[in-house]
């Protein structure tokens, strides 16, 4: 198999879409085929017609380049270990250095996400613009533990596709870099053991109170925990969307602030981000320092439930649950996190142990259709795809979901919420406590 880089050319993406033999396993795995049956839109359509997408003669093709979740599940499935998923990075790239990013794109991507002081500004503006909008008592968003907050309907950003028949929570009236310090000791020195905790966009701005649940627990094993402050987004919405030049900017910035922080471990609560810092990061180095600079990085990375776990179930620190005794769960598992991270065992170890019978498993395991800017641009198909996960949960008949990355979070309160399902959507850290 070809291992990709920053500067793989297209004929090595053609060279791996060409060893795909057609044998269809991906169509059955694809969440997008489930619901829209067209070949087109699978990676052994994308495969059989890589040179048609290489020309970029067709508008339809281009839109459904962008009709792929890269959720990883066709990759898993494959029998030739084909990385689907990047071959489908790589023609986004083509297409956006032949055709330009659309305007709405270059504002958020080069103007937003790339600068965390003037993103920051404009979701200020947004929390002040979002209490204009209707408010609803929407108990399924669950936003900071407490049910009787209205919520705000619609989250209000710079994309008139987030404004369609959504239920979302608000932007956080203080964000978690207001609410916590930079340096966050433990109060009983029970380890030496300090990390770096990367946030993320969506828990510094929307979920802040994950963000404070993380360090909380951290805290209470003993570790000290540093939240740099110039710290950005991880940029991977910004790569998938095929502009390169800035996600690479963007994951140096965030490498120089790393690099600068004494710590064991670097912590991620977001399978997103951290599948950035793992996985993307490496491949955007220019150069082979950079790329050994980047290596170093993702080799401390570790999602909180691994980290969590790494201290074990023992008399010092058992897991104990923060919820209401007899409170039902389940776990949502985010495709960045078991698939792009392979991390599955943690989270459910930590669960089963911590909440025993409570614990309660999905029948339906598959993503839950939310990808980032797929859920902005294709939301009707990201609906129909988040509602078979709503549906599963209906069934389960849990009191709360639990899952560790706050796009799935969102994507889960919105469906819930539309479709009358009762129960919480919160984050791992929320969940669990060390306190005796």
């Known amino acids: 198999m070809s291992r ?8 090595e993406c053609l060279r791996e879409s060409t060893r795909c033999i057609g044998c269809g ?14 070949e087109e839109l699978t990676a052994r359509g994308r495969n059989q017609h890589i040179f048609d997408l290489l020309e970029a003669k067709d508008d339809e093709a281009k839109k459904d380049l962008f009709k792929c979740l ?4 066709c990759t898993m499935v494959c029998p030739r270990g084909i990385r689907n998923d990047i071959v489908v990075e790589r ?20 103007h937003l996400l790339s600068n965390r002081k003037t993103m920051a500004k404009a979701i200020r503006l947004a929390a002040q613009a979002q209490k204009l909008l209707p408010a609803e008592k929407v108990v399924a968003l669950g936003v900071a533990s407490d049910p009787s907050k209205p919520t705000v309907r619609h989250l209000p950003l710079f994309f008139s596709g987030l404004m ?19 340096v966050n000791p433990a109060p009983v020195a029970k380890s030496k053991i300090r990390v770096a905790y990367f946030v993320g966009c969506a828990t510094e701005f929307v979920l802040p109170a994950s963000g404070e649940a993380i360090v909380r627990v951290l805290n209470e094993v003993g570790v000290d925990v540093v939240i740099p402050k110039e710290q950005g987004c991880c940029g991977l919405a910004v790569h998938v969307n095929g502009d390169i030049e800035t996600a690479t900017a963007m994951a140096l910035h ?34 082979p320092e950079e790329k050994k600079r980047f290596e170093a990085l993702a080799a401390k990375v570790r999602d909180a439930s691994e980290f969590i776990l790494s201290f074990g179930f023992t008399d010092v620190f058992p897991y104990k649950s923060i919820l209401p005794r007899g409170t039902t769960v389940t776990w949502h598992e985010p495709c960045h996190l078991g698939r792009h991270q392979h991390v599955s065992r943690e ?11 409570d614990f309660h498993e ?17 939301y009707d198909l990201s609906k129909k795809i988040g509602r078979i996960k709503a549906d599963n949960i209906r069934e389960t008949g849990v009191d709360y979901v639990i899952s560790a990355c706050p796009g799935c979070q969102i994507q889960i309160m919105d469906q819930m919420a539309q479709h009358g399902i009762p129960g919480r959507v919160i984050h791992l850290a929320e969940a669990i406590t060390f306190r005796g």
């Open 91 to 110: 023609l986004r790239e083509l297409q956006v250095k032949r055709d330009g990013l659309p305007k709405v794109k270059s504002l958020v991507f080069r």
């Open 70 to 73: 890269l959720c990883g599940r």
């Open 347 to 357: 989270p459910l170890t930590i669960l089963r142990r911590t909440f025993g019978k």
């Open 254 to 287: 965030n490498l120089k602030v790393l690099e600068q922080v004494e710590c064991d471990y670097i912590i991620t609560s977001c399978a997103t981000c951290g599948s950035a810092l793992r996985d993307i990061w490496p491949r955007l180095a220019r150069t």
């Open 4 to 11: 990709f880089s920053n500067n793989s050319t297209m004929q």
């Open 164 to 182: 369609k028949d959504r239920r979302l929570p608000a932007v956080a009236s203080e964000f978690l870099f207001e609410k916590l310090p930079e």
């Open 25 to 38: 396993t991906c169509l059955v795995s694809c969440p997008v085929y489930a619901q829209e049956p067209c």
């Open 362 to 378: 999905l029948k339906e395991t598959g993503c839950c259709g939310f990808g980032g800017s797929f859920n902005v641009y294709n």
